[in-house]
């Protein structure tokens, strides 16, 4: 897994010769509060450093407190890496007088953040018949909500990802039974149910990279396994486009027009809690409306696109378009056995590929398969 993330930080920007001065003055009088954010980087910018702040309401207050008149401040917000191996030192310092040694390894590297949730898997073969281990997660648990005060829930991974709705079971560890929440990422926000709708903070990277790609004014774009709306939101946020975003999960699709409402949008998303097969059925009234329209497609839903394939060349425009097309796929050269599949299956339905604009791995998925994206243009 990745061990960064972007997230909005605030910041304490003041003249480079005051920054010690400020770490002296808090240190000495408050030594035992929390003000400044560990996970990030303290930046220096020309003459002035900026100090990444936590999130707490009386910051402003608390800030005159300590520097009471010394010198000049101000707050910025800037988007900023958190490193979370810097997260998992301090995890360790929490949990140093709290589990014993042979635990530690217990202790987990990385784990997702969406909005207030913590989501954490454990490697626990080598526990399974301690009688501690629940009380050891729980620990571990607790620690990262003190060493993340944004963090009020805590869950752990029980399961794979399964199903048609893709998701997974997971057991709450510490906090408030609460599953519901605010993530905020490129911008824009989404409110998901992390039990009830599929959602991964870990493809932040890939749903820049599409936003950025060469997206054309009035763009007719299908989202055919929108979710909750990472890919169609962050487009539709940037691209006067017309995107129609579909998903067979009821949850997943309240989400969706909530957050279309959540979010300021220049380009309009129509909403579709439909199974994305049914465009194909001859009285269809969306399938015959969107019949060969698109001018781009994307297939976010790596373990089956390549069955939904036949879906995408029928909403296609005859003269061909973009499609985004992600896959699990198959190790040793994942991408040649990828481009392979699509190759196969888009002949079968009379189409091929025009071009590859961009083939890679965007993370491992198992260790005999990766996670991939084809984007490709494809021709009738
Ligand atoms: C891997 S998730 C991707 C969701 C979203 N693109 C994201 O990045 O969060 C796949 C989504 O496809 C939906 N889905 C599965 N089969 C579908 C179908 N036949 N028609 C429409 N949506 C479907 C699931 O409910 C799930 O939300």
Known sequence: MNNNNFEKINFLKIKKENGQKFLDLFINTYKNENIIEKKVRIIKEDDYVLIPLIERRDLNEFLTKIIHNQFEYQIISKESNIHLKIKYRALQDVLKDKIFNKYKELIPKSFDIIGEIAIIEFNTFKFQDDENLHLIK???????????????????????????????????????????TIYRENSCLFKLDIKRTFFTPRLVYERNRIVSSNIKE?????????????????????????????????????????????????????????????????????????????????????????????????????????????????????????????????????????????????????????LVVIDLIIRK
């Open 138 to 180: 729980k620990e571990i648990a607790e620690a990262i909500t003190l060493v993340n005060n944004k963090i009020i829930s805590v869950y752990e991974k029980i399961s794979e990802i399964k199903g048609i709705f893709r998701l997974r079971k997971l057991n709450l560890l510490y906090g408030k039974d609460i599953s519901e």
């Open 218 to 370: 009035n763009e007719i774009i299908i989202d055919m396994f929108a979710g909750v709306g990472p890919f169609s939101i962050q487009i539709a946020k940037k691209h006067k486009v017309m995107i129609h975003a579909f998903d067979i999960n009821p949850y997943a699709y309240n989400y969706l027009c909530e957050n279309i409402s959540l979010n300021k949008l220049i380009g309009t998303i129509t909403p579709h809690n439909l199974d994305i097969n049914n465009l194909l059925n001859s009285n269809n009234e969306i399938g015959k409306s969107l019949k060969n329209k698109a001018d781009r497609v994307i297939m976010n839903f790596p373990e089956n696109s390549i069955k939904y394939l036949n879906v995408a060349c029928y909403l296609m425009k005859k003269s061909g378009g973009i499609l985004h097309n992600y896959q699990i796929s198959t190790k040793p050269n994942s991408i040649k056995n990828a481009i392979n599949k699509l190759d196969d299956n888009l002949r079968k339905n009379n189409w091929f590929i025009g071009q590859i604009i961009t083939s890679k791995v965007v993370k491992p998925f198992s260790p005999k398969s990766d």
